[in-house]
């Protein structure tokens, strides 16, 4: 035999992460802090309209949003909640809106993946705010983009009138809801409503646009309420003979199945969800897989010790990114695509439980790189240099020829600017990448570890770019630029017109403004003020980061379909 034959590739990453040296304790120690921080306030966010209000929603026998996606999704499974900061900070002058007033995500339904819309009647009576219109049309986006089967658990008063100029009207409004159930529906996917409560206006659609409409007793499904009747047109009915459930099982024939209530109800989605058929699944490589003996070779909670979480000290963090993939990548194991060139974005294979995975990543610790020229450099980690945008195009593209999904890990300042950059044509670099990523036809997930800051952002597959999922790390901060750098520029340009207006401003009242200005703008880059606004489907714990990929993976895998891959006009 050859004595090559008997040589065996190894490809598995060896971590150098200490967790007991001083700073890696200090990083775990504040990680935590911060963690405990967000989980408490993903406690309140859960608790919904409080206690009043659920006590009000028992004494009418019906379940709350949460009870009833508790008795939905199989036992001992996890419901992967999207969303849950939406409208976070939001609404205040209205008594808030917790979670948008709806809950959406992930779980598992009689042993399939599905996805659960469900709304909060404990908040405002389950009303529409505009983030909540908002909400429900980014998982129905999801549902499309993964051929997800969808449930919706319609509780809800409609609309929440005064901002209604905010949620009924647009193109990515209310509306836009209604038009999604009939485009999923044309698309395949399965999607059954079951009514638990009131469904009211135009809110009265939405069951009914989907497959299946079960329905309990006490529930009421009108276009317009006995009140609104009675003012409109003069007739004087109860809500029970207007729309109640039986109406519709015995007249109308809206409904498919009346159950007696939310147990029984919940049960028979159940039982409809078991007798859906299998579609084929994504042509996307998948291998046998255990889950001990092909789990990462290393500890998921040392990610802990890898970053300081304060935002005042984000600028200083290095940190070897290899770290994080060795922690995702099954066994660890992962072949890095030219390894040597353009080391500060790593790119390379691994499998992610058992699927095959491309993955793009900013490295954080500074990197030497030698120029065309032959001139020796240390590039700054973090950094996106003309060489490493080359590389991560090229790369995306071989993802796309051979089907293998992506996963994107920020921690991105940006593209490197100055003269040398400009000369080595970081603009053209630039551009082919973020033409790649924009044309990809792969199933993309995005996970912001740290900061994820410009065309950066862009280039590593942000919200604008179309990723399945966007992940954030309690750590995860992104703008425009960093707060440091925006405090100094906004300070610089507010004094200018301010002594354009015969004002000249102290030390110390510079000093003043900018610790303002950089206050108000690190808020805005917090992961909370993105993950309100939707930017951000989930802020995960970094050591449950392989499970939301694995998650998204198998969402992701229920597509067949991939589009044909064309790059378009890359610069070269």
Same mark, same amino acid.
């Given at each position: ?35 405990? %921080? ?11 309209? /409080?206690?009043?209000? @659920? +006590? *009000? ?9 949460? +009870? ?10 996890? =419901?992967?909640?999207?969303?849950? $900061?939406?409208? =976070? ?8 809106? !917790?979670?948008? /007033? ?26 529409? $705010? ?44 209310? /509306?836009?809801? =209604? ?24 809110? *009265? ?12 007793? #006490? ?39 009346? %159950? ?13 969800? &078991? ?7 994504? !042509? ?16 998921? %909670? ?23 993939? &060795? ?5 660890? %194991? =992962? ?25 793009? &990543? ?17 590039? $700054? ?8 945008? +080359?590389?991560?195009?090229? $790369? ?8 293998? !999904? ?11 600017? /100055? ?10 670099? #630039? ?22 800051? #410009? ?37 610089? @340009? ?59 993976? +198998? ?11 064309? !790059? ?5």
């Amino acid at each position: 035999m050859a004595a090559g034959n008997s040589a065996r590739l190894d490809n598995t990453i060896a971590s150098k992460l200490d967790r007991n040296a001083p700073r890696a304790k200090q990083h775990t120690a504040a990680m935590l802090a911060k963690l405990g %921080e967000v989980r408490l306030q993903e406690s309140s966010i859960r608790e919904g309209g /409080g206690t009043k209000a @659920i +006590e *009000a929603q028992h004494a009418k026998k019906r379940l709350t949003a949460r +009870e009833r996606v508790d008795l939905l999704i199989d036992a001992e499974t996890v =419901f992967v909640e999207l969303g849950l $900061f939406a409208a =976070f900070g939001m609404y205040e002058e209205w008594g808030g809106a !917790p979670a948008a /007033g709806v809950i959406t995500g992930l779980g598992r339904v009689s042993g399939r993946l599905c996805l659960i819309i469900a709304n909060d009647a404990t908040v405002k009576a389950g009303a529409f $705010f505009p983030m909540t219109a908002k909400k429900v049309l980014r998982a129905q986006t999801i549902a499309m983009e993964n051929r997800i089967p969808t449930l919706y658990l319609v509780d809800s008063a409609g609309v929440f009138l005064p901002l209604q100029e905010d949620v009924f009207p647009d193109q990515d409004d209310f /509306g836009r809801i =209604f038009r999604n159930n009939a485009v999923m529906s044309a698309m395949g996917i399965p999607q059954m409503t079951a009514i638990m409560g009131m469904c009211v206006a135009g809110g *009265a659609y939405l069951p009914v646009m989907t497959d299946t409409v079960l329905m309990t007793e #006490g529930s009421g499904l009108f276009l317009a309420g006995p009140a609104l009747v009675q003012a409109a047109i003069g007739q004087k009915y109860s809500a029970e003979e207007l729309g109640g459930a039986a109406m519709h099982a015995e007249i109308s024939g809206t409904v498919d199945f009346r %159950e007696p209530n939310d147990y029984l109800c919940v049960a028979r989605l159940r039982s409809l969800v &078991a007798k859906l058929g299998q579609r084929p699944g994504a !042509p996307f490589a998948r291998i046998a897989f255990e889950l001990k003996q092909d789990a990462p070779k290393h500890a998921a %909670e040392d990610l802990y010790a890898l970053l300081d979480p304060d935002p005042a000290k984000a600028s200083a963090n290095s940190y070897d990114m290899h770290e994080v993939i &060795a922690r995702i990548v099954d066994r660890s %194991e =992962f072949d890095e695509y030219r390894p040597d060139y353009g080391r500060t974005v790593i790119c390379g294979y691994g499998h992610v439980g058992g699927y095959a995975v491309g993955i793009v &990543a900013n490295q954080k610790t500074p990197q030497p790189q030698t120029s065309h020229t032959g001139e020796k450099r240390v590039e $700054f980690g973090g950094v996106i240099y003309s060489e490493s945008a +080359e590389k991560a195009a090229r $790369f995306i593209l071989d993802c796309n020829q051979n089907l293998v !999904p992506l996963i994107f890990l920020h921690d991105v300042n940006g593209f490197m600017v /100055g003269r040398d950059a400009e000369w080595s044509g970081i603009i053209r670099a #630039g551009a082919k990448m973020v033409a790649a990523v924009s044309n990809s036809t792969v199933p993309k997930i995005t996970v912001i570890v740290g900061g994820s800051f #410009g065309a950066g952002h862009y280039a590593m597959c942000g919200k604008a770019y179309d990723p399945r999922f966007v992940f954030a790390w309690p750590t995860a901060r992104y703008a425009v630029m960093s707060g440091a750098s925006a405090a100094s520029t906004l300070v610089e @340009i507010k004094v200018r017109q301010l002594e354009r207006g015969g004002r000249k401003l102290s030390d110390e009242e510079k000093r003043d403004l900018e610790s303002s200005i950089r206050a108000t703008y690190e808020e805005q880059a917090d992961c909370r003020y993105a993950a309100a606004r939707l930017w951000v489907d989930a802020i995960i714990d970094p050591a449950k980061t392989r499970d939301a990929i694995l998650t998204a993976l +198998e969402a992701a895998a229920l597509n067949p379909e991939v589009a044909k891959f064309h !790059p378009g006009v890359l610069q070269t």
